[in-house]
C-alpha cells in the first residue's frame, strides 16, 4: 500500500472542486457520454469490488474507523454502490437518504472526509482504475462535501 501522502493532491481536488449538482440519472440517457464514466469504473462489478475494498480499508483506518461503529455496513456498501453507479452514469437508482440528512449530527470533519477520500483512491489503484478515471468520479463526489463535513462553529 502507497504511502498516504501520495494521495493529498487527489483529496485536495476532492475538496477544493467547485459545488457543482450532481447530474441526475437520466442524464445517461440523454447523453451516452455520460456513461462512459461508468464503463471506466468496470460497471456494476467494477465498482462493487471498488466499494468492498473501501469499506475493507475504511475499517481498518485508524482515522475514521470509530465513525462507522454503528454503521450498518452491509447497507452502507450497497448504497455507497448505488451512488457510485448513479453518480457515474450507471443504469442504477439511490435508495438511501439524503446526504445531509444522514450525516447533520454526526461531526463529521473534513479530515475524516479527506481520509475517506484517500481510502478510496487507495481501493481504485488496487483495481488499475486511471488517475483521470479518478479524477472523475471524485469530482462528481465532492459537492456532497458541504452535506457531509459539520461547519466549524
Not at 467547485?18 to 440519472?25: D, I, K, Q, T
Not at 437520466?26 to 460497471?43: C, I, K, V
Not at 488496487?126 to 459537492?143: D, E, F, R, V, Y
Request: aromatic share 4%; net charge positive; with cysteine.
Amino acid at each position: 500500500m502507497r504511502h498516504t501522502a501520495l494521495y493529498q493532491p487527489l483529496a485536495a481536488l476532492f475538496i477544493s472542486l467547485p459545488l457543482l449538482v450532481a447530474a441526475p440519472a437520466s442524464h445517461a440517457q440523454a447523453n451516452p457520454d455520460a456513461s462512459a464514466l461508468y464503463q471506466a469504473l468496470g460497471n456494476q462489478a467494477g465498482i462493487g469490488l471498488i466499494v468492498d475494498d473501501l469499506i475493507v480499508l475504511v475499517l481498518a483506518d485508524a482515522r475514521i474507523k470509530d465513525s462507522f461503529k454503528e454503521t450498518n455496513i452491509k447497507r452502507l456498501s450497497q448504497l455507497l454502490k448505488e451512488q457510485f453507479c448513479v453518480l457515474s452514469g450507471g443504469p442504477c437508482k439511490y435508495t438511501g437518504d439524503d446526504m445531509k440528512l444522514v450525516h447533520d449530527k454526526l461531526g463529521i470533519t473534513a479530515s475524516q472526509f479527506n481520509a475517506l477520500a484517500e481510502d478510496l483512491q487507495i481501493a481504485m489503484d488496487k483495481h488499475q482504475i486511471p488517475t483521470s478515471t479518478q479524477n472523475k468520479l471524485i469530482a462528481k463526489l465532492a459537492p456532497m462535501k458541504r452535506d457531509i463535513v459539520t461547519p466549524k462553529m
